[in-house]
């Protein structure tokens, strides 16, 4: 009975938490039905947010109590609790764009997380806060209804602070004042201005080979033309740049915005000098991005054997090269770089990795709250303006999928 749902540590419930009910809805859906281990996932970091304890939802004591690794485990060698989040993240999005479609709670577990939060449905997960006014800030910044677990205590605590914003804004009208700033999560002062206006052109790979599936396929040359006996096939692009492309219309739809979809051999630069431009893809994938004035500070480089990101510009402590390894394949590096557009006022985003799991990682790091405020914090000045930035990020891979990744290096402009 090693295996039964009954060894997870969960302890007993002693009252109704709407909470708990929704977790257990969630388990004994027809999205968990064949996913035991899932649901063991999920009930127990479920458990551990409920009783306030973080310390035991970490990487380390998840493998212990729900995939029965030893104490002590190599968790850097081990991979299963990142992959089982990195699935459970996508059940959980499947049941509540399904079955849990009327559910007025949503619980998600966090990029870089294994706790999970909870928030309305109405409104964007809230930021974790020092605070209890949190509920009055949420409201402020989503526009999402009080949360209905609030205590009584942070209730009389946001009226407090409805009656001081009230006084504040009395105030403000006395001496001249037009308006009360509500701070802007990095999310939406990062991808700001590809939301807005003229729909942004999303430009993802495709690459121009030759060869066929069977004999092998090889990059064309740029200056190539076909002939008798050599053939061009545009038609193929990577499964990263297809999971990238998802991650966008979630990110897009979430913020009522919408963008046009190109494959790069078939963008036309009469449109895209009007537009705010996004690149999926590797120049040697896309090869729109070899038209365009693209990074100066990084830049891909290939080679016989190897793959690797050139630093032109190496600050202390940083390397001049960054490579992926070959046998095993554990890593992966990107290129993120927000730049100016073609025409001025336009703006232009590159997500660049050295394999497609790179540009896969490189876009999800900037669809998430998490990971994003570590860009903005280096990329903002003491006035909130963004400026433009290279970054270079390292992805781990495990089970041909990416799975954590960090910021190893910005510079900004």
């Not at 690459?207 to 092998?216: C, I, K, N, P, V």
């Not at 930035?389 to 290096?409: C, D, H, K, N, W």
């Amino acid at each position: 009975m090693a295996n039964d749902v009954s060894a997870v540590p969960v302890h007993p419930r002693t009252h109704q938490d709407p909470r708990w009910d929704l977790a257990e809805r969630i388990g004994a859906s027809q999205c968990f039905h064949s996913s035991a281990r899932l649901r063991d996932f999920l009930s127990y970091v479920t458990d551990c947010a409920l009783r306030d304890a973080p310390e035991e939802a970490t990487e380390q004591q998840i493998g212990i109590h729900v995939f029965r690794r030893p104490a002590g485990y190599n968790s850097s060698e081990d991979s299963i609790v990142r992959t089982h989040a990195r699935l459970l993240r996508q059940k959980l999005a499947e049941y509540f764009a399904s079955e849990g479609a009327a559910e007025e709670l949503v619980l998600e577990i966090p990029k870089g997380h294994y706790l999970p939060v909870f928030h309305p449905r109405t409104g964007a997960a809230p930021e974790p806060r020092a605070v209890e006014t949190s509920v009055l800030l949420e409201v402020l910044e989503t526009g999402a209804k009080p949360s209905l677990l609030a205590k009584p205590r942070s209730i009389w605590k946001m009226g407090v602070a409805i009656a001081m914003l009230v006084m504040a804004a009395a105030l403000a009208g006395w001496w001249g004042w037009t308006r009360v700033e509500v701070r802007r999560s990095s999310v939406e002062r990062f991808w700001g201005p590809f939301f807005s206006g003229e729909p942004s052109l999303v430009i993802y790979s495709n690459a121009l080979f030759t060869g066929d599936s069977r004999s092998g396929l090889r990059y064309a040359l740029p200056q190539a033309t076909p002939g008798q006996n050599q053939q061009f096939v545009d038609t193929y692009t990577g499964i990263g740049e297809v999971a990238a492309v998802y991650d966008l219309t979630r990110l897009f739809d979430a913020h009522h915005a919408s963008f046009t979809l190109k494959r790069s051999l078939l963008v036309t630069w009469d449109e895209a000098k009007l537009r705010n431009l996004i690149f999926i893809g590797s120049v040697a994938e896309n090869p729109s991005l070899r038209d365009v004035t693209s990074t100066t500070d990084f830049t891909l480089m290939n080679g016989d054997g190897y793959a690797g990101i050139v630093n032109h510009h190496p600050k202390p402590g940083e390397p001049a090269l960054y490579a992926r390894p070959e046998h095993p394949l554990t890593k992966d590096y990107a290129i993120l770089a927000l730049l100016p557009g073609v025409q001025s006022g336009r703006h232009m985003l590159v997500f660049s990795g050295l394999m497609t799991m790179g540009t896969q990682a490189a876009v999800e790091f900037a669809c998430h709250r998490e990971t994003l405020d570590q860009l903005m914090a280096a990329a903002t000045d003491a006035k909130g303006e963004v400026h433009p930035f290279e970054a270079v990020l390292e992805t781990s891979i495990g089970g041909g999928v990416p799975l954590q990744t960090r910021l190893v290096s910005i510079h900004v402009h």
